[in-house]
């Protein structure tokens, strides 16, 4: 029983560790992966597809004037299980997944909060969401 331990000893004496030094050297993550959610305005009509779909229900999106597309998505990274419902159901290919920004960790929450929308609208609807 022991030789067999210094067997398994002495083989790994002379191996190179199978650890990676993360996060001083990166690989690059898979194809396809499913990061940080992204979106894009270009192209949404706000049919809020990506709302219904979400099983985490950590999209918001806020309609301020749909003739003229002006909408603000509210997404909260810390509440999604990037299954990437969104991404799949949206017809017009606003929703991205993106398999280089993964790294999300922060120990802020309000760092998870991220809104995408024109300035001024962002604005406009933090001042009515606040009551002013």
Same mark, same amino acid.
């Given at each position: 029983m022991r030789i067999g331990l210094f067997k398994d000893l $002495? #083989?790994?004496?002379f191996r190179r560790p199978v650890t990676e030094r993360y996060p001083f050297e990166k690989r690059p993550a898979p194809q396809n992966y499913r990061g940080k959610l992204h979106w894009t305005a270009e192209g949404c009509t706000g049919c809020n597809l990506c709302v219904k779909d979400c099983p985490a229900e950590a999209i918001d999106f806020f309609t301020l004037d749909k003739a003229n597309k002006r909408f603000v998505f509210r997404y909260h990274a810390d509440r999604c299980t990037y299954c990437g419902q969104c991404a799949f159901n949206c017809r017009f290919n606003c929703i991205t997944l993106d398999d280089e920004e993964w790294?999300? $960790?922060s120990g802020d929450r309000d760092d998870f909060v991220v809104t995408?929308? #024109?300035p001024e609208d962002i604005a406009r609807l933090d001042i009515v969401g606040a009551g002013l």
């Open positions: $002495a #083989r790994s004496a790294e999300l $960790a995408y929308g #024109r």
